[in-house]
């Protein structure tokens, strides 16, 4: 049995370097530490919208805010690299649009609205329990949870 969760440990590994996760995880850590990053003035005034292609799409309060923040673009983007490693952020485009407050946008992991119908064998969960970054487990989860769904339930032995 040991082997075999050795091996799913494995295979999913595998898996999120192949879907290449790590990295796009590891880019949406932005969400959580923007007001970190670039203040709260700013936080106030400007917020992440999505990353797509290496290009954040930032989402600003006012058109002078906008300029304001577009002469920043080249130290914003130092800030953003120095904490989140591996080049997943290159650019930064700004646009119009209602920013809330820093405090009303809570960050929701997938693992928060899963479906509760679906449980995880213990091997899955042995699995999980090896993973010791708390995002990417709670990603890794939210996989498991999605791909049990759709499997047909099988008759225990």
């Not at 953003?80 to 591996?86: L, T």
Request: glycine fraction near 2%.
């Amino acid at each position: 049995m040991a082997k075999r969760i050795h091996r799913i440990n494995k295979v999913l590994q595998k898996t999120l370097r192949k879907m290449d996760l790590d990295v796009k995880l590891e880019g949406y850590r932005i969400w959580l530490l923007w007001t970190d990053i670039v203040g709260e003035q700013i936080a106030t005034r400007a917020q992440p919208e999505r990353l797509r292609n290496r290009i954040l799409f930032v989402k600003v309060s006012s058109s002078t805010w906008m300029q304001q923040l577009q002469t920043m673009k080249h130290l914003l983007l130092e800030r953003i690299q120095k904490v989140i490693k591996q080049a997943v952020i290159e650019d930064i485009r700004f646009s119009l649009g209602e920013v809330a407050s820093p405090a009303s946008v809570p960050f929701q992991t997938r693992s928060e609205v899963e479906p509760e119908e679906i449980t995880l064998t213990e091997e899955m969960e042995a699995s999980l329990a090896q993973i010791q970054d708390s995002e990417l487990r709670c990603l890794v989860k939210s996989i498991m949870v999605k791909q049990a769904g759709k499997l047909p339930q099988q008759a225990e032995d």
